[in-house]
């Protein structure tokens, strides 16, 4: 699975091969079936989700003024790195130190025209968390500008956003055109969750089954609890907002999952 990048919080990827899965090359027609019900429930997903934002008055300004970190993601400065997670092993990344999922597979995404890793995404059987840090203001405040921005192009990609509450505050679902493996036109639904920091903004985005549940059960728990072990390792260089926290390669050993023999993987981007 390939992705274009840009290194700024309100660029994401469009592309994802969002259930982690492959096809069953055999049963061509169980597997478009299978691909148009899921369309099906993308699109109904979509029209509650655009439902909800718009007929229960959602008020983002309380939301955003409200902190959502008490259960994390946390800084780097609130946690001990030394004790073990709860959850998992830790995976560290440079910015991001994140905590693995049993049985999950690591994609390293990675620009092609920088070489530089942009984002880390987690596929745990047929959903998906990518997760990505950028430098935000002292003040706070990133996430309501960027998601208007994020809405807009929605909407002149072809798509749809909507708004609604989620663990984190203001949760954007959106559904975005893309290309399936045969050819036909199809769209993407996803999740973006969105936690500040001391000058930082993690970003989540949920692919996969995971952002067609509405609500937050099995299988969106597992990548919940992911994104709420993240810890962010901003650093004190001078940064302008939406600039990526750049991430590096991880330990060997560090990679390993419990019960996985195999380790991160490094893709492309461009």
């Keep these: 699975m390939t992705k274009d990048h840009d290194d700024s ?3 994401d990827s469009d ?17 478009e ?14 029209a509650e989700a655009t439902e909800d934002a718009g007929g229960t008055d959602l008020d983002v300004d309380d939301l955003d003024s409200r902190e959502w970190r008490d259960q994390g993601p946390y800084d780097v400065t609130e946690v001990d790195l030394e004790a073990e997670a709860e959850t998992g092993p830790r995976i560290d990344l440079g910015s991001m130190i994140i ?6 597979e690591l994609r390293l ?7 530089q890793i942009v984002s880390a995404m987690l596929i745990s059987k047929d959903s998906a968390l990518e997760l990505g840090a950028f430098a935000a203001p002292r003040s706070g405040g990133l996430w309501s500008e960027l ?6 192009a929605a909407g002149a990609a072809g798509g749809s956003a909507a708004v609604v509450e989620g663990p984190f505050g203001v949760e954007l679902r959106r559904l975005l055109p893309v290309q399936t493996p045969d050819g036909e036109q199809g769209y993407q639904p996803s999740r973006m969750w969105v936690a500040e920091g001391p000058r930082w903004l993690l970003r989540g985005i949920v692919y996969g089954q995971a952002a067609l549940v509405d609500g937050l059960e099995s299988p969106v728990a597992e990548l919940l609890d992911c994104f709420r072990s993240t810890v962010v390792r901003r650093g004190d260089e001078a940064r ?31």
Excluded at 33 to 46: G, K, N, Q, V, W
Excluded at 99 to 104: F, K, Q, R, V, Y
Excluded at 109 to 115: G, Y
Excluded at 249 to 262: I, K, Y
Aim: no cysteine.
């Design 33 to 46: 079936d299978a691909e148009a019900r899921d369309s099906e429930d993308a699109d109904a997903e979509d």
């Design 109 to 115: 995404q990675v620009a092609d025209e920088t070489q």
């Design 9 to 11: 919080a309100d660029s």
């Design 99 to 104: 905590t693995g999922l049993e049985g999950a």
């Design 240 to 270: 302008a907002p939406g600039d990526l926290l750049p991430l590096t390669l991880p330990r060997t050993e560090s990679v390993q999952q419990p019960g996985d023999e195999g380790s991160g993987e490094v893709e492309g981007a461009g």
């Design 15 to 31: 592309g994802t091969d969002s259930d982690g899965t492959d096809s069953d090359a055999t049963d061509d027609d169980a597997a």
């Design 147 to 152: 998601r208007e921005e994020l809405i807009e």
